[in-house]
């Protein structure tokens, strides 16, 4: 038995060394397919056009940023203040909506295409353009910060369409923000302006109803005679009449017309309406509000652009290593099939 285990081993080991014999002798076939996958890598990498990738980092604004979205807002007044996180909010909505990255699509990246790469269907090319153009939020790292990478065979173009991408998202976000604000304010001046209508109405009516008071006040004095005020009275005659002061007959007759016609001459009742000028102010001061777009910022960024250098892809020396050992590889395996064919043509 032990005899046969050695037997197998050199069996084997004879083998072996005929497969190397075989391979050796097939070097040329071995070295002339490597060099020709090798020589198609290479053609590849340095044929293939390069593609640059620019990547712009998006971070929230600062309080100092937002500000003017907060002008006459907050604990004095209705209105809540703008916080960070919803300014930030409503920019990432904008940032990675399909309506911005749809129009983007049309304006931009269509138009830079020439004839011939716009005539495949519109559904790959916007799938190409989505994998060219990606928006990439918040990790676990930086839950705050994210990123826009534009990948495509111009280094300037590339920087140029990522600060424009995320200005379009701005812009956007701005308009929507400053319409808030401007839509709340002109709200709140339509509540404030109803307000004072309806005191002045209110003003007038009390003011209608006084005079018709001291009328019949005055009534009753030019019936007892009464022309000047009674100073020290315990009135006998009891008035049912019900007025301002069951009194004011006491008044005299001169006292109530002076009164009835300052009553009746009287243009305007605004004087005379507790906290109507300072309804008037919060009325003026929202129905004029205005928002600066310009001095509204709903990101930060995070480092400079530059415009890139070196291409990401290819990577020549990995794609020419590639090459190389799928060459050695195809060789070897077409060796071992020429030396198993020879084998069996041989029987």
């Known amino acids: 038995m032990q005899d046969n285990r050695i037997a197998t081993r050199d069996d084997d080991e004879i ?8 391979l050796w002798a097939q070097k040329w076939l071995i070295l002339a397919i ?22 712009l980092f998006i971070m929230p604004p600062t309080q100092n940023e937002i500000a003017e979205l907060n002008y006459g807002r907050g604990k004095s007044t209705e209105l809540e203040t703008y916080t960070i996180k919803h300014v930030y909010d409503v920019f990432a909505r904008n940032l990675q909506g399909e309506s911005l990255r749809q129009t983007f699509f049309n304006e931009v990246y269509l138009p830079s295409l020439d004839e011939s790469q716009r005539e495949g ?13 990606v928006v990439k939020g918040p990790g676990k790292d930086t839950p705050d910060r994210f990123s826009v990478t534009v990948q495509i065979g111009d280094p300037v173009k590339a920087t140029e369409w990522a600060k424009a991408y995320v200005a379009r998202a701005s812009e956007a976000a701005e308009a929507e923000l400053v319409k808030n604000v401007t839509t709340e304010a002109a709200v709140r001046a339509r509540n404030l302006e109803q307000r004072i209508i309806s005191l002045r109405e209110n003003a007038q009516r009390v003011r209608e109803d006084r005079i018709q008071q001291l009328r019949e006040a005055l009534k009753i004095a030019e019936t007892i005679g009464l022309k000047t005020p009674v100073i020290n009275s315990s009135a006998a005659v009891d ?7 069951k009194m004011d007959y006491q008044r005299g ?6 009164e009835v016609s300052a009553l009746e001459a009287r243009v305007s009742d605004d ?19 205005k928002v600066d777009p310009d001095q509204v910022s709903v990101y930060r960024q995070d480092g400079s652009v530059e415009v890139p250098q070196t291409p990401i892809k290819p990577n020549k020396l990995a794609i020419l290593l590639k090459g190389l050992i799928l060459g050695l590889v195809l060789g070897l395996g077409g060796a071992l099939m020429r030396q198993v064919f020879q084998a069996r043509v041989e029987e």
Do not use: C, H, N, W
């Open 253 to 258: 007759t001169l006292a109530l017309a002076a």
């Open 34 to 55: 490597t060099l020709l996958v090798t020589a198609g890598a290479a053609a590849y990498a340095f044929l293939s056009k390069p593609v640059y990738e620019a990547k």
């Open 15 to 22: 083998d072996l060394i005929a497969l190397a014999r075989g």
């Open 271 to 289: 004087a005379f309406i507790p906290d109507l000028r300072t309804l008037q102010m919060r009325y003026d001061f929202y129905r004029m509000l």
């Open 121 to 133: 269907a519109l559904d790959r090319l916007y799938e190409r353009f989505s994998r060219q153009l």
């Open 239 to 245: 008035i049912t009449v019900d007025t301002g002061s």
